[in-house]
T-cell receptor, first 112, second 111 residues
Framework: GEDVEQSLFLSVREGDSSVINCTYT??????LYWYKQEPGAGLQLLTY?????DMKQDQRLTVLLNKKDKHLSLRIADTQTGDSAIYFC????????????FGAGTILRVKS | NAGVTQTPKFQVLKTGQSMTLQCAQD?????MSWYRQDPGMGLRLIHY???????DQGEVPNGYNVSRSTTEDFPLRLLSAAPSQTSVYFC??????????FGSGTRLTVV
């Protein structure tokens, strides 16, 4: 079945790198996504990676995918206080209307 | 370009009442979905649509109906509201593979 797990909380100092981890059980997903949610707001798509890729870099964001271990990570370089939010990883299934299966979210707190 | 627009933003219902949450997108996306967000559980898929006239159930469809008569609109109907349906509801549209664009959400309380 589909199950996506994330650690609940991460605290870092401003300027440090943040690494948010995600594990999943179903390897049939087509894409894997990272979303950001600020308080009282909807979800903002940060980045995504095709399931046959290993890495994707987008400015301060680096996504690493280890298909063997079913492990996905999001690294945020030079973390800023504006990065404080909840981060969700999600698996996407193209054959089911690109449905997303979400993890429960990781709360990132950036201390100045 | 408005993206995905949800109305209302807030709603309080009494148990047993029915209502429709509205969702409209102006990006000409074929795929649309409804999710609910509950504390500690992430988002769960209620219903989705891959085009006008085509809908299917997601993970938690019971108590909800949807229809897709146009590409732009994807309303979610609560048939007989229950306290277990107290949640934040998000509508989203997608142009794969770039993922879903989410609306700002509807916070629903059922008393």
């Amino acid at each position: 079945g589909e199950d996506v797990e994330q650690s609940l909380f991460l605290s870092v100092r401003e300027g440090d790198s943040s690494v948010i981890n995600c594990t999943y059980t179903d390897s049939s997903s087509t894409y894997l996504y990272w979303y950001k949610q600020e308080p009282g707001a909807g979800l903002q798509l940060l980045t995504y990676i095709f399931s046959n890729m290993d890495m994707k870099q987008d400015q301060r964001l680096t996504v690493l995918l280890n298909k063997k271990d079913k492990h996905l990570s999001l690294r945020i370089a030079d973390t800023q206080t504006g990065d404080s939010a909840i981060y969700f990883c999600a698996e996407g299934y193209m054959e089911y209307g690109n449905k997303l299966v979400f993890g429960a979210g990781t709360i990132l707190r950036v201390k100045s | 370009n408005a993206g995905v627009t949800q109305t209302p933003k807030f709603q309080v219902l009494k148990t047993g009442q029915s209502m429709t949450l509205q969702c409209a997108q102006d990006m000409n996306h074929e795929y649309m979905s409804w999710y609910r967000q509950d504390p500690g559980m992430g988002l769960r898929l209620i219903h989705y649509s891959v085009g006008a006239g085509i809908t299917d159930q997601g993970e938690v469809p019971n108590g909800y109906n949807v229809s897709r008569s146009t590409t732009e609109d994807f309303p979610l109907r609560l048939l007989s509201a229950a306290p277990s349906q107290t949640s934040v509801y998000f509508c989203a549209s997608s142009d794969p593979p770039s993922g879903y664009t989410f609306g700002s959400g509807t916070r629903l309380t059922v008393v």
